[in-house]
C-alpha cells in the first residue's frame, strides 16, 4: 500500500504565503467542494439566473488568486473571503443588470432571515452598507452566515469568539437586517 501524504489545508495556505504556486492550486482543489456549495447556495435564489455556478466559482478563484493568499490565515478564513468575494460578486451583477435598460428581474436572495422572505440584492447590499456604519463585525458574521452558509462553530474559528458570543451576535445581526430589510430607507 502506497502512502501519499495529502497536505491539510492549513499546511497549504502557509506554503502559498510563501510563495509556493502549486500549493495554491492544490489550496483551491481542496476547497472547490466547499466554493461549489456556497455558489449553489447563493444562485438557488436567484430568478432568472444569468451567472452559472462554474461561473461563479472561477470569478471567486480569480479574485483569490488576485488576494495573493498573504492575509489567508485558515480554511474557516478562505471560506469567509470566498464568501465576501461571492457576495460581491453577485452585488455588483445586480447593480449592472438594474443600470442596464433591459428587461431583467430582479436578482434575489433567498436569506431565511424570516421563513422564507426573499429579498433584493442591492436592497440586502444597501442595509449591509448601513449596518457596516455602525458595527462592521456584524457585517462580516451575516456575509459569512448568508453567503458563506458558514456555521455558528465555523464563525466562531473564523473570528476568534466563542460560539455563545457568535450566537448572542448573530441574534442582534439578523434582527437588525430583518427590520432593515422590512423597512427601507428611501432613496
Not at 457576495?87 to 422564507?116: M, Y
Not at 465555523?154 to 450566537?167: H, I, M, P, R, Y
Amino acid at each position: 500500500m502506497r502512502n501519499t501524504y495529502q497536505p491539510g489545508t492549513q499546511s497549504l495556505i502557509l506554503a502559498w504565503r510563501d510563495g509556493e504556486m502549486s500549493a495554491r492550486d492544490r489550496l483551491l482543489a481542496k476547497i472547490h467542494p466547499a466554493l461549489e456549495r456556497l455558489a449553489v447556495i447563493r444562485l438557488s435564489g436567484e430568478r432568472e439566473a444569468s451567472l452559472a455556478t462554474g461561473d461563479l466559482i472561477n470569478d471567486t478563484v480569480v479574485q483569490i488568486i488576485q488576494a495573493d493568499g498573504g492575509d489567508l490565515q485558515d480554511r474557516a478564513h478562505l471560506i469567509a473571503l470566498s464568501s465576501r468575494i461571492m457576495r460581491n460578486i453577485l452585488v455588483d451583477r445586480a447593480r449592472r443588470k438594474d443600470t442596464a435598460k433591459r428587461r431583467h428581474g430582479k436578482v434575489e436572495l433567498c436569506t431565511r432571515v424570516e421563513g422564507e422572505q426573499r429579498f433584493d440584492l442591492n436592497s440586502l447590499d444597501s442595509a449591509l452598507i448601513r449596518l457596516g456604519a455602525i458595527d462592521a463585525t456584524l457585517v462580516e458574521l451575516i456575509e459569512m452566515r448568508y453567503f458563506g452558509g458558514m456555521t455558528v462553530p465555523d464563525v466562531a474559528v473564523a473570528t476568534g469568539l466563542s460560539a455563545a458570543t457568535v450566537k448572542r451576535r448573530w441574534l442582534v445581526a439578523r434582527a437588525w437586517l430583518t427590520d432593515a430589510l422590512l423597512h427601507p430607507i428611501d432613496q
